[in-house]
């Protein structure tokens, strides 16, 4: 590929129309997180279904929620962090720290695998009944992630690296990355759980073999003479400052991924101490709704990140207020259009995971509780990717906490002992309305700040 090439696909970012810029980049990039979170939708909707034990081991499977979620947040640090800082380096003209940037990311999601495997592998079982599993569902669980740790390496460099594509304006290779894994665990869930009747365990096999084809993918095209942006063995060597620098974006996203690990262990605990397995399994479904409504706006904030980036690294101050006014508005308008649909209509989608009358009930009466905070949550969707964007590790970093250790958690823990197990579900919307709030407060007074040379030069 020509020098004049790739620089003409990254300049567009600074100076083609923003409709035209904004569906080039955001399509592929919304499409390829609907597909991808299809892995644990799919999954989840053929467990539910499994005759006789389906209840239970959907329930089982939606613990480990848990531990997969904190595994992929460490992708965190290197597709919100270290992609958005790649893309600023590449706004500055400056290719070899951009390719420093990726080399040590690709060392520190390998280091991240051996240690995550070692951890959950020895501790698996007891950190699952402490996450809100029962002598019902533990054993699907624990057939369930014993597999699917295999797979870490996968997770990590597929979740972790494809953002790399895409900050070279190459959104649908990034999209094909995600399609070719999404369409092999769609095939071979129903071939391995039923037909072959493997069960949970069948669900796992098609997840961990689908996350190895994605990543080979990733990693293949970045190796390649058609990136841009490659994978070069000098810079694999990780050099301290920069990880500071990758921490230091990455960190916010990371915190928000690896909280949602520990706020689902919250939920499960409560849930499990004041309703037992029934509401288990009823904040399965819910979370499963939630990740297919939100993965548009990941796929969306995915795709502008760069573009927001790559115009603030170059300076083009007046194309970022249009970008992000384009980013916090769609965000809000559609989540607040989601959480509307389903707080009208839960049942509707309750019986996709499950056919236990009992079940399908329980989620009709505390989703619309569950999903109200939606309707205003868009907003912090919109600003927090934001200021990633824009180097603002510090303030992302706040909000990312505020939302979830500060509100959320306790929220969870504290409600339950004055309206039981409603308590639990009250948490989410309450926490949701007032960060949404806060952050949207903290943009209006720092955003001039932001958008000035001075702001500019201070990255690093």
Known sequence: ???????????????????????????????????????????????????????????????????????????????????????????????????????????????????????????????????????????????????????????????????????????????????????????????????????????????????????????????????????????????????????????????????????SIVLNHGLQAYGGDLHVGALTIMQSVMQLFSAPIGGFTQGMTPIVSYNYGAGNFERVKQLYRWMIGLCFGFLFVSAATTMLFPEFFAGFFTNETALVELVGRVMPVFMAGMLVFGLQNGIQPTFLALGQAKVSLFIAVFRKIILLIPLAIILPRFFGVMGVYYAEPVSDVISAATASTLFLLNIRKILSRESLAKIR
């Open 1 to 263: 590929m020509s020098e004049v090439n790739t620089m003409t696909r990254e300049e567009r970012m600074a100076t083609e129309s923003i409709g035209k810029l904004m569906a080039g980049m955001t399509l592929p990039a919304i499409l390829a997180q609907i597909i991808n979170i299809l892995y644990s939708i799919i999954d989840r909707i053929y467990i539910g279904h499994m005759e006789g034990v389906g209840a239970n081991a959907l329930t089982g499977v939606g613990v480990t929620f848990c531990i997969t979620v904190f595994i992929s947040a460490f992708s965190g640090f290197v597709n919100s962090g270290a992609a958005p800082l790649a893309a600023i380096w590449l706004g500055k003209q400056d290719r070899d720290h951009a390719e420093k940037i990726l080399g040590n990311s690709v060392s520190f999601l390998v280091l991240c695998t051996v240690v995550l495997m070692a951890i959950f592998y020895a501790f698996q079982r007891p950190l699952l009944y402490q996450f809100g599993a029962s002598d019902a569902t533990i054993d699907y669980a624990v057939d369930y992630l014993t597999i699917y740790l295999i797979g870490t390496l996968f997770v990590e460099l597929a979740l972790g690296l494809n953002a790399f594509i895409i900050c070279q304006s190459r959104p649908g290779i990034a999209m094909l990355s995600v399609l070719i894994g999404a369409v092999a665990n769609i095939i071979l869930d129903p071939i391995l759980i039923f037909g072959l009747h493997m069960g949970v365990k069948g669900a796992a096999v098609a997840t961990v073999i689908s996350q190895a084809l994605s990543a080979a993918w990733v990693t293949g095209f970045l190796f390649s003479k058609k990136s841009s942006l490659k994978i070069r063995r000098k810079f694999l060597r990780m050099e301290r400052e920069i990880l500071v620098s990758i921490f230091s974006l990455g960190i916010s996203p990371f915190i928000m991924r690896a909280t949602e690990s520990f706020i």
